[in-house]
């Protein structure tokens, strides 16, 4: 069991599926989003919602499947046959509040009703209305608004995605970062343990004093102490990531220890090419962002719902009209009458309320129902425009922050090395290199930090204008 384990462990590490300098030991910022996109539950989520608004389209186009009726009656009283009556018909719904239909009856028996047509006969005809419910009823509004709900699933699919990238990239940038702080310690620790050694020899020969060597000895353990905390940090990290890292069949994979970022991690080309315009973010965020999109798909959906509920302000005018034929063969019989001269049924039907009230309270609702939602949309492309301009500046700050800080850390080796060789003449102190060190150190962790943040920015960014898909 023990083997098989280890078996299982050593297949998942060498069989990661990455890309890079080192299959099995690398991970960069591009691998991570694609395989985030690939395989995480969520994007399968977004798939699924976009399944189910196509299944509603579906839904709403069987408003208008032809329909198949069959009615039959038969009555026999007192052993009188009163009547057996048969009708068959097809109905066929078309798309302006139409309905196309016919059919045949046969009408038997001893006591039947006399305003119906006795023995065979057929007809073709239409149902249609002439007021409400002729530009939209309920039928229409429902495919159409299926179809937009279909359109706004695929739009909030890119919304999500957007923000489940900027959630992973900025746990990635976190694990890289801690990762490079303790490569930084554990460089640290090696030049200070040879420096010890150097010490300790030195004293022992009798050329430097005991503190020395208890001044070297404390530098070491305390980078041995940061070391053992980033490398806590590094795989904490590494286990939040994991949380982003899914493989096929929805099996959950974490991170081994083995696997680390990319050595030149900061040489991305996406980090040395990236120049953002801010005009052209703004006009992509305005036009492409998934939220506000959204926005523009509620609102359609919303018109669409408005203009069936104006049908409320409107009466009922239906009209119907049969042609009738004599048997079932009506061909034989049409040319006999034509429209509105023989062989034909029509009818009206005219319902007129006296206040509209419910029309009126359900149609005020819909608009005010589309003022609030135009309302939002105003709020969030504002509050996008504002995120946009925020991460731009702060791109363009970082870009200076970093150049400073290089400066700065240069400028920190070179005292660090001066007071080394100051060190060697005898004119220096191990208390000052230990000094210069440790400012020199904090340097290059705030040179990480600033290079990490401004990574994160440029992700930020892109996330900002809907662009992070």
């Not at 977004?46 to 389209?57: A, D, L, M, R, Y």
Request: aromatic content about 12%; overall charge neutral.
């Amino acid at each position: 069991m023990r083997l098989k384990c280890i078996v299982i462990l050593l297949f998942l590490v060498f069989n990661l599926p990455l890309n890079g300098q080192d299959t099995s030991k690398t991970l960069n910022a591009n691998q991570l989003i694609s395989w985030v996109k690939k395989y995480h539950p969520v994007v399968r989520q977004t798939e699924i919602e976009i399944g189910i608004s196509e299944s509603n389209i579906t839904i709403a186009r069987g408003g208008f499947d032809p329909k198949i009726q069959v009615e039959y009656e038969s009555k026999t009283f007192n052993g009188t046959n009163y009547f057996e009556h048969l009708t068959s018909q097809v109905a066929l719904p078309a798309w302006y509040g139409i309905e196309f239909k016919g059919g045949i009856e046969q009408l038997n028996g001893d006591r039947q009703d006399p305003t119906l047509t006795s023995n065979q006969s057929s007809f073709v005809g239409v149902n249609f209305s002439l007021a409400k419910n002729l530009v939209i009823d309920k039928r229409r509004a429902a495919l159409k608004q299926a179809k937009i709900f279909n359109s706004m699933a695929y739009v909030q699919q890119r919304a999500i995605v957007n923000d489940l990238l900027l959630e992973a990239v900025e746990q990635y940038w976190n694990w890289v970062a801690a990762y490079q702080k303790f490569e930084i310690m554990n460089r640290n620790v090696e030049i200070n343990l040879d420096r010890f050694q150097l010490v300790k020899r030195t004293f022992e020969l009798g050329e430097r004093p005991a503190i020395d060597t208890i001044e070297a000895l404390t530098q070491l353990q305390s980078f041995q102490y940061l070391r053992n905390n980033y490398w806590l940090e590094f795989q904490n990290t590494g286990l939040l990531l994991s949380a982003f890292l899914w493989m096929e069949g929805d099996l959950p994979y974490f991170l081994p220890e083995t696997v680390i970022p990319v050595k030149d991690w900061d040489k991305e080309e996406f980090v040395l090419t990236y120049q953002p315009v801010l005009e052209n973010l703004l006009i992509q965020a305005s036009l492409n962002h998934p939220e506000l999109n959204m926005y523009n798909y509620k609102l359609d959906a919303l018109e669409v719902e408005r203009k069936l509920k104006f049908q409320e302000l409107l009466p009922i005018v239906n009209f119907q009209y049969n042609q009738l034929g004599k048997g079932f063969n009506l061909a034989t019989t049409a040319v006999e009458g034509p429209i509105f001269r023989n062989n034909y049924k029509y009818g009206f039907n005219i319902e007129l309320p006296m206040t509209f009230a419910k029309g009126r309270g359900d149609f005020k609702i819909a608009k005010l129902k589309i003022e609030n939602t135009a309302l939002d949309r105003l709020q969030k492309s504002n509050a996008i425009e504002i995120k946009v301009k925020s991460y731009f500046n702060q791109f363009l700050m970082l870009q200076k922050q970093i150049e400073l800080q290089s400066l700065n850390y240069k400028n920190y080796q070179l005292l660090v090395r001066a007071e080394e060789v100051r060190f060697k003449n005898g004119e220096s102190s191990l208390f000052l290199i230990n000094s210069r060190e440790n400012k020199a150190l904090e340097s290059l962790e705030k040179l990480i930090e600033n290079k990490v943040k401004l990574y994160k920015t440029i992700f930020a960014l892109q996330w900002s204008a809907g662009l992070l898909n």
